[in-house]
């Protein structure tokens, strides 16, 4: 009688490890196989600090960039009002910033888990030299030169992040958004570099040339408003209503923002919506009408805020919700900080193991090594 051979049977763990994953992603794994949506504390515990931060972010955005310069002027005896307004303002921006290089350092050391050397030496040069022009420009205002700098080291990590990002099929989406973003950030930031020597020359051949390449920024911006829109459509059944209600909203905003062009005809509110949409648009003006500027800003805002409901592929709402909020401002401290977070959140997200009916991938971008079955004769 002729025994059958033994053949090696490897388990779940095991396929995990040959496939790269550590346990805590291996368990996650596991629980999709068997059908249960279960995360690991770990990723649970920095998901809701990103989350946080963004929400924060939001907020900190539209009262400090918007609401305070807005309110001074827009209508009589609201003197308190805008006290207020200016104190929160300053303590949201405070506190974002807080939480934000928190986090960003969070973020960091489990992104070290990325296989690519380059990815790992260019995040921690940037964020070690990006963290403390950032906490410094939360207390005083930085000489053009810190900022300029700003912008380099954050687009340089944005560079770095989308790299791995795109490699990975669950975060795709969110490697070529962080890509657009992080090259109008430095479209953006060449041209105020020209418009500002422009101005000090007194050269108006020089501006114009600036104002170009703002129109290029802006160009790069709707693109990327226009991919999230998309990403939003295919992920849900009703995105399409959605992406529709948001630029009606938008539409909406920037037509009321229309009507207090005049301040002299202009009613209180009206008059208000212009001002918090002209404070939202960065300079030089690009050769487009302002109503186009306003809806594209308006819309990305608004995205920024529906994609944190989306809570797969896990780490590409906040990517998203980041990089809409950054978008082509790395000169400005805070904008800059969240194109780092969404670097970092962009190769988290490519870290994550993704559901069984997909292709399985390693960090690496090779395929998983496949799982070895008992054979019976």
């Not at 050391?109 to 030496?121: I, M």
């Not at 109008?184 to 114009?208: I, K, N």
Request: hydrophobic share 55%; aromatic share 6%; glycine share 10%.
């Amino acid at each position: 009688m002729r025994s059958s051979p033994v053949v090696p049977v490897e388990t779940d763990g095991g396929a995990a490890a040959a496939a790269g994953l550590s346990a805590p992603e291996s368990a996650t794994v596991e629980n999709a196989k068997s059908g249960q949506s279960v995360l690991p504390g770990r990723v649970v515990t920095t998901r809701l600090d990103v989350l946080f931060v963004a929400c924060w972010s939001l907020v900190a955005m539209l009262v400090g960039r918007a609401v305070a310069p807005a309110l001074p002027g827009s209508t009589a005896g609201i003197g308190p009002l805008i006290v207020g307004v200016e104190q929160l303002a300053g303590f949201s921006s405070q506190f974002m910033a807080v939480m934000g290089v928190s986090t960003c350092v969070r973020l960091l050391l489990s992104t070290l888990e990325s296989r690519s050397r380059w990815f790992r030496l260019v995040a921690i040069i940037t964020t070690a030299a990006g963290l403390p022009v950032v906490i410094s420009a939360s207390s005083r205002h930085l000489p053009a030169p810190w900022l300029i700098a700003l912008v380099a080291l954050s687009a340089a990590l944005g560079l770095a992040g989308a790299r791995p990002a795109l490699r990975a099929p669950q975060s795709r989406a969110a490697g070529l958004v962080l890509l657009i973003v992080t090259l109008g950030s430095l479209v953006t930031g060449f041209g105020r570099v020209l418009a500002l020597s422009a101005s000090q020359e007194g050269a108006a051949h020089l501006y114009g040339v600036a104002r170009w390449i703002a129109t290029a920024g802006l160009l790069l911006d709707a693109i990327s408003v226009a991919l999230v829109a998309l990403w939003v459509v295919r992920r849900w059944r009703y995105g399409a209503g959605l992406i529709s209600v948001v630029a009606t909203l938008a539409g909406g905003l920037v037509w009321i923002g229309a009507q207090g062009v005049e301040p002299r005809d202009a009613a209180a509110g009206p008059l208000f919506v212009a001002r918090a949409l002209a404070a939202l648009t960065a300079h030089p003006d690009p050769f487009v009408q302002s109503g186009i500027r306003y809806f594209v800003e308006l819309s990305a805002i608004f995205m920024a805020a529906v994609t944190l409901w989306f809570r797969r592929p896990l780490g590409v709402g906040e990517t998203l919700c980041f990089a809409l909020l950054a978008r082509v401002s790395g000169d400005v401290p805070s904008c800059a900080l969240m194109l780092m977070l969404s670097a970092l959140c962009a190769v988290r997200a490519s870290l994550q193991p993704v559901r069984p009916h997909e292709a399985p991938l390693e960090p690496s971008g090779r395929r998983a090594a496949l799982e070895v079955v008992p054979v019976t004769r």
